[in-house]
């Protein structure tokens, strides 16, 4: 009897037999892609949450998800080598570059250590002639691209599901709204803190700031984390100094040695800032929560003075 049950269920329950398989980059472009499928269906995540991307080697584990994935679903080229190199070599599944989505807001590189006041003010979207080589990849960053690309998300989860098509985009419309709530939440909470001067360890934070007009003053590695050079550092020591910087932020997936060397004696306030939500758990809440979360370390450092 149970035998018949099981065998009753498993036929009446088709759509999880087709179910697609879908993979995703980072966690948090895993947690939107999630949050458009809950209820219905489970991403699954490349690069581990406590991983950076810049330098992540894949598994072959991970090499195998990519092969046997229906849909990927990813930022672009310019976030993780070794994630590129796989998805090029990937001739079936169908592939979202977020990056290319229409409309969205992208920023380029910011290459010196100490950044020209309004640097982010150059942003455009896809539709726009620009660079990709230059492009910076964290994009997740700024919650308005989010709002784009969730319906996205959703219409590509309908052509690979259509029989979900429908509760995909009822997901999408209602994370979306999720999403400009807590972006307005944060602008009141940001509205106090623009012209007070800070030092991110690697350009990761642009989307943020100028999304919501607080301003860095430097970052010591560039956006790919690459490990700075004493010409580098040397700069922010002395913007630390002339400028009588008191707030830094530095991030879990990097040692913290450099902050403290170009901090040495300032007195300064260093908050640990995460722009991956690499200390959650991975899933449909963990892009809120990053968001929240950096935002209140930007609250702790800078409204400190």
């Known amino acids: 009897m149970l035998r018949f049950l099981a065998l009753s269920a498993a036929f009446a329950s088709p759509a999880l037999a087709d179910m697609p398989r879908v993979a995703t980059d980072v966690p948090p472009v895993h947690s939107l892609v999630a949050r458009v499928m809950d209820g ?6 490349i690069v ?11 598994r072959p584990s991970d090499a195998r998800l990519l092969e046997e994935a229906d849909l990927v679903i990813w930022i672009g080229p310019e976030l993780s080598p070794a994630v590129t190199r796989a998805i090029e070599a990937l001739s079936e599944a169908e592939i979202l570059t977020l990056l290319d989505v229409a409309q969205t807001q992208v920023l380029g590189f910011r290459e010196n250590a100490i950044f020209e006041e309004h640097d982010h003010d150059h942003e455009h979207d896809h539709d726009d002639e620009h660079d990709h080589d ?7 960053l700024d919650p308005e691209n989010a709002v ?7 219409r590509v989860l309908g052509r690979a599901d259509p029989q979900n098509a429908d509760a995909y985009l009822e997901n999408a419309r209602q994370a979306a709204a999720d999403v400009q709530a807590l972006q307005t939440e944060i602008s009141g909470r940001m509205a106090g803190l623009a012209d007070r001067p800070f030092i991110v360890f690697h350009d990761a934070y642009h989307y943020f700031e100028a999304r919501f007009d607080v301003e860095a003053t430097g970052a010591i590695a560039l956006g790919d984390a690459e490990v700075p050079g004493p010409r580098r550092l040397a700069e922010i020591e002395v913007a630390v ?19 403290d060397v170009a901090f040495a004696g300032a007195g300064a306030r260093i908050e640990v800032i995460d722009p991956l939500g690499s200390t959650l758990q991975p899933g449909p809440d963990l ?7 950096i935002a209140t370390s930007f609250e702790a450092c800078l409204g400190a003075e």
């Open 148 to 154: 784009i690309w969730l319906p996205e998300i959703a």
């Open 40 to 45: 219905i269906g489970t991403p699954e995540l």
């Open 48 to 58: 581990p949450p406590a991983a950076s991307p810049h330098d992540f080697a894949l």
């Open 241 to 259: 100094r002339d400028q009588g910087i008191r707030c830094a932020f530095a991030e879990p997936q990097f040692n913290t040695n450099l902050v």
């Open 134 to 140: 230059g492009r910076d990849p964290h994009a997740w």
């Open 287 to 293: 892009y809120q929560e990053m968001l929240d979360g």
